[in-house]
T-cell receptor, first 112, second 115 residues
Framework: SQKIEQNSEALNIQEGKTATLTCNYT??????LQWYRQDPGRGPVFLLL?????KEKRKERLKVTFDTTLKQSLFHITASQPADSATYLC???????????FGPGTRLSVLP | NAGVTQTPKFQVLKTGQSMTLQCAQD?????MYWYRQDPGMGLRLIYY???????DKGEVPNGYNVSRLNKREFSLRLESAAPSQTSVYFC??????????????FGDGTRLSIL
């Protein structure tokens, strides 16, 4: 069956460290993958997109990797800050190429 | 610069009641979506509209209907609400469909409780 998993429900890290969030998928062959941030009581906000032929994408303190062999994407936040605390969702294009399928999310807490 | 606006923000219904969730976007986007978000399950697509005049079922369409009223507005209707439909509902839009590599813009959700 098709499945998207994100490492753990919650991740706590110390301010200044690098946060690494994982998105694993099964029985999908996505042409691309997106990462979103969601704050409590708000809708998701788009952060980054990476295509299957790109190994890595960066935007300021954010970095995303996409390994189609391992069927995994990693999302890194370097020099993390308490303001980075949120839930992060990965989303990948379904096998019909029509819609996105979202993972359950990882709640990140950056402790001062 | 409103983006995607959803109304109402909160609603409590009794089992069997009906209601319509409203969504409007001001970004001139062609595609619009309705999701529900339940704890531990991520966002699940209910219905989508790839362009004005078209609607299609998503992953969990049972118990819902939609109307793409015009390019700006996409409504979701619960004809006979059931407790299993208690959830947070999000509307989203994108310039073109997901297959064209577009990010989605989300509203802030409608929190719906059905007793």
């Amino acid at each position: 069956s098709q499945k998207i998993e994100q490492n753990s429900e919650a991740l706590n890290i110390q301010e200044g460290k690098t946060a690494t969030l994982t998105c694993n998928y099964t029985n999908y062959s996505p042409a691309y993958l997106q990462w979103y941030r969601q704050d409590p009581g708000r809708g998701p906000v788009f952060l980054l997109l990476i295509r299957e032929n790109e190994k890595e994408k960066r935007k300021e303190r954010l970095k995303v990797t996409f390994d189609t062999t391992l069927k995994q994407s990693l999302f890194h936040i370097t020099a993390s800050q308490p303001a980075d605390s949120a839930t992060y969702l990965c989303a990948l294009l379904d096998n019909y190429g029509q819609n996105f399928v979202f993972g359950p999310g990882t709640r990140l807490s950056v402790l001062p | 610069n409103a983006g995607v606006t959803q109304t109402p923000k909160f609603q409590v219904l009794k089992t069997g009641q009906s209601m319509t969730l409203q969504c409007a976007q001001d970004m001139n986007h062609n595609s619009m979506y309705w999701y529900r978000q339940d704890p531990g399950m991520g966002l699940r697509l209910i219905y989508y509209s790839a362009s004005e005049g078209t609607t299609d079922k998503g992953e969990v369409p049972n118990g819902y209907n939609v109307s793409r009223l015009n390019k700006r507005e996409f409504s979701l209707r619960l004809e006979s609400a059931a407790p299993s439909q208690t959830s947070v509902y999000f509307c989203a839009s994108s310039l073109e469909g997901a297959g064209i590599n577009q990010p989605q813009h989300f509203g802030d959700g409608t929190r719906l409780s059905i007793l």
